[in-house]
């Protein structure tokens, strides 16, 4: 009997091979008669959801054609899978933890951050950062991704450089840039020319001395906040380096803001400097 493919098929539920004539795929050893197999087959399943990922993958091996680009095919739906599903369980678990009062409280309003935002609204030369400093667990990175609608949080902790999820910052999606947990400030000042949004060009990162891995991003006019806490080092700069130094440079808000505090009274100790036309508090 001459074989063709009609001799064989896959059951949906177990993605196994039912063989309906004299011949069996050449990866059977307990009949006379195999055939090779196309690795076109368990793709054409595999894309019409016939195939699980781990069956398809188990008969890309055992058909041996076209093994690599299939496999990296395969690899790049399981990995985008992966991360979707991610994005859809914190979603959920984000609406689940703020729809509680007992652990998320709404967070009181900060004239100098408000004040701070409204700065972007106008074209400026350049723009200033916000630094929010206080202690470990005061809800610094929840109150500054408030800020905005869709920021974008890039976890720096004890980093040189920027990490490579810098690459995933859009104008188009997001409106904020949220550098959580720097653990030195000298982190700033080697970036300065970065933070500061300049309007006349890309900004570069990665950069290397080939450039083959370097990428540039458009930070002009986003808003950009930084988390520190008090054990990070060289927050004298705050006061002595002349970049962070220069008030007009950054915002600097304290934690526990008030609210959390129990306090109903002024939102607290209050100076303010002057950006120009625009008039900043300095909370301490």
């Known amino acids: 009997m001459k074989?063709?493919?009609?001799?064989?098929?896959?059951?949906?539920e177990a993605g196994a091979v039912c063989v309906a004539g004299n011949y069996a795929p050449?990866?059977?050893?307990d009949v006379p008669r195999t055939y090779p197999v196309k690795g076109r087959w368990a793709e054409n399943l595999w894309k019409a959801r016939k195939l699980t990922h781990a069956k398809y993958e188990a008969y890309l091996y055992a058909c041996r054609d076209g093994v690599l680009p299939r496999k990296r095919n395969l690899d790049a739906c399981k990995e985008q899978e992966a991360a979707s599903a991610a994005h859809t369980e914190?979603?959920?678990?984000?609406?689940?933890?703020?729809?509680?009062?007992?652990?998320?409280?709404?967070?009181?309003?900060?004239?100098?951050?408000q004040a701070w935002l409204d700065v972007f609204k106008t074209d400026q030369l350049r723009y200033p950062i916000l630094v929010a400093l206080g202690a470990s667990r005061s809800?610094?990175?929840?109150?500054?991704?408030?800020?905005?609608?869709n920021a974008l949080e890039v976890k720096i902790g004890a980093l040189e450089v920027f990490p490579d999820g810098m690459?995933?910052?859009?104008?188009?999606?997001?409106?904020?840039?949220?550098?959580?947990?720097?653990?030195?400030?000298?982190?700033l000042v080697n970036h300065q020319e970065k933070v500061q949004g300049k309007y006349d060009c890309l900004v570069e990162f990665a950069s290397t001395p080939g450039g083959a891995l370097s990428y540039t991003k458009d930070l002009f006019a986003v808003p950009i906040v930084v988390t520190v806490n008090y054990s990070t080092r060289n927050l004298k700069f705050l006061e002595t380096d002349d970049f962070l130094g220069n008030a007009e440079n950054r915002v600097v808000?304290?934690?526990?803001?008030?609210?959390?505090?129990?306090d109903t009274g002024p939102l607290c100790k209050c100076r303010t400097f002057a950006l120009g036309s625009q008039r900043f508090s300095h909370l301490t």
């Open 26 to 29: 050449c990866w059977r050893e």
């Open 253 to 262: 808000v304290r934690f526990p803001l008030p609210q959390a505090q129990g």
């Open 90 to 113: 914190m979603e959920e678990r984000v609406k689940r933890i703020r729809g509680n009062s007992a652990l998320f409280q709404p967070f009181p309003a900060v004239p100098a951050a």
């Open 167 to 187: 690459r995933l910052f859009s104008r188009a999606v997001h409106d904020g840039l949220v550098l959580d947990d720097v653990r030195d400030l000298h982190f």
């Open 139 to 149: 809800r610094k990175t929840e109150w500054a991704k408030s800020l905005f609608r």
């Open 3 to 12: 074989r063709t493919d009609a001799h064989y098929k896959v059951r949906h």
